[in-house]
């Protein structure tokens, strides 16, 4: 990992910050251009929009393919506080968006709260369906920071 990608998994973190602060579970996730410009932030809102799918990075896939042509949504990267959920995988699959890059696992966020019934890797599921994504994470350098945002009153 990137001290550039580091860089916006931390911004990540602060939109998940964000949204824990307003009353929303803690996920934040912005996507990069090729060449680095950050084209949108999002930060969960399922609960204050009482939005079942409002998950940041579905939103960031929902706008990329309204708003970007194949080739500028293959070369962008995804930064997400934590690893995909499958709905947010296959919007993410479908969408043609690029890489991937995750501060928190699935597997760490089931440890923490012991639920792991939709607590799938993302890899495993990409690989499933044979999308071809670049995915990295967890960044262990930030790991005590999105446990912080998860187990924190």
Known sequence: MTPGDLTHLRRALELARAARDAGDDPFGSLLVSGDGTTLLEE???VTTDRDVTAHPELKLARWAFRSLDPDERR????YTSGEHCPMCAVA?????LGRLVFAFSSRQLAQLTGDGGWRLPV???FDRR????????P???LTA????????D
């Open 130 to 137: 044979g999308i071809d994504a670049v995915v990295e994470g």
């Open 92 to 96: 993410h699959a479908n969408a043609g």
């Open 75 to 78: 070369r962008s990267t995804v």
């Open 145 to 152: 920071e999105a446990t912080r945002l998860h187990t924190a």
């Open 43 to 45: 930060r969960n809102t």
């Open 123 to 125: 890899r495993d599921l």
């Open 139 to 141: 960044a262990t350098e």
